[in-house]
């Protein structure tokens, strides 16, 4: 039960399905849903690793100590950590779909709502790092609509590029104020032709707080200022929600000192801190939940992502000491 045999031969592999058939072959008493979630064991604790990535896998480069690649860690490494445990009464191991990107936490939601379980700890992150508070997310897409045109002779027609532009300008400079909530823009979309006006420009956006009602609010504000754009540029403007995640505390005082205990086994001390993650869908669901972050290393969500291979013995170790001190194991 080698947590880095497995990461070698997790990491090349890219998509859940392919991770899915992996982990499954691997898990005695292994069973699948419609999703592509793969869980084996029965317990009131629920073990989550996902096995979604952000970037497409590569097989990783060593370089010194280090192992290069998008999505060697996150969450290759916590997948390995996780598949390298033994059976132990009352635990359930459970690898996830939809953790990143727009999979709005579909996996971990629905084995939740599933297992009922009494505790749940996503497998997920950088070692000494504890996450005990979920940042809500909303993340949605925006279109703006006009009725193209010739370049030349439709001069001074509606614009969707600059209603989108102006939408995005006036966004950050809001978000620049806002201390303890984030917005991110990407995927960006607009025209075919230099010389044709666009009948429709988009992006996808999305917006995170560390409480509740502040990220309702910037919502809000966010979409006023959007629908303020496309009056100005004479767009219509199309907003479409495609993900929400739950914000605020996720972990009991019982879970945070579990968590003291498991890096002092290690010897470390608990970074306590805020993140998104699968223990998200816990909260949902009033069940206390935490995160575990089970390896060492850095650059996640890009090409050069890398872990210290060796540093998922520590978060096994880490892991098992966590299961002992909440009685199980």
Do not use: C
């Amino acid at each position: 039960m080698d947590p880095v045999r497995f990461l070698l031969e997790l990491a090349p592999l890219a998509g859940e399905e392919a991770r899915g058939d992996y982990v499954g072959s691997r898990l005695l008493g292994a069973r699948r849903d419609g999703l592509g979630n793969v869980w084996a064991g029965e317990g009131r604790v629920l073990l989550l690793a996902h096995l979604d990535t952000v970037l497409p896998p590569a097989p990783p480069r060593r370089v010194g100590e280090r192992l290069y690649g998008p999505g060697v860690g996150d969450n290759t490494g916590g997948v390995a950590v996780l598949l390298s445990l033994p059976e132990i009464p009352g635990v359930v191991r459970g690898f996830t779909v939809g953790e990143e990107g727009l999979g709005n936490l579909k996996g971990a939601r629905a084995l939740v709502a599933a297992l009922s379980p009494q505790v749940v700890v996503a497998v997920d992150g950088y070692l000494p790092g504890v996450v005990d508070r979920a940042v809500g997310s909303v993340r949605f897409r925006v279109r703006f609509l006009g009725p193209g045109g010739h370049a030349w002779g439709d001069r001074g027609s509606p614009n969707p590029v600059f209603a989108l532009a102006e939408g995005l300008s006036s966004l950050h400079a809001l978000f620049r104020q806002e201390g303890g909530a984030s917005l991110n823009a990407s995927a960006l979309q607009g025209g075919q032709a230099v010389n044709a006006i666009p009948k429709e420009a988009s992006a996808l956006l999305e917006i995170r707080a560390l409480e509740a009602s502040r990220l309702a609010s910037l919502f809000a504000r966010a979409r006023e200022v959007l629908e303020a754009a496309a009056q100005e540029h004479r767009v219509e403007l199309d907003l479409e929600v495609l993900g929400e995640r739950p914000a605020g505390l996720t972990a009991s005082e019982a879970l945070r000192e579990a968590a003291r205990r498991a890096l002092a086994a290690v010897g470390e001390k608990p970074l306590f801190q805020a993140g998104s993650t699968d223990a998200a869908a816990a909260l949902e669901r009033g069940v206390p939940a935490l995160a575990l972050g089970v390896y060492r290393g850095g650059g996640a969500h890009t090409e050069e992502e890398w872990v210290l291979p060796q540093s998922l013995w520590e978060g096994r170790k880490a892991l098992l000491s966590f299961l002992w001190a909440l009685g199980v194991g």
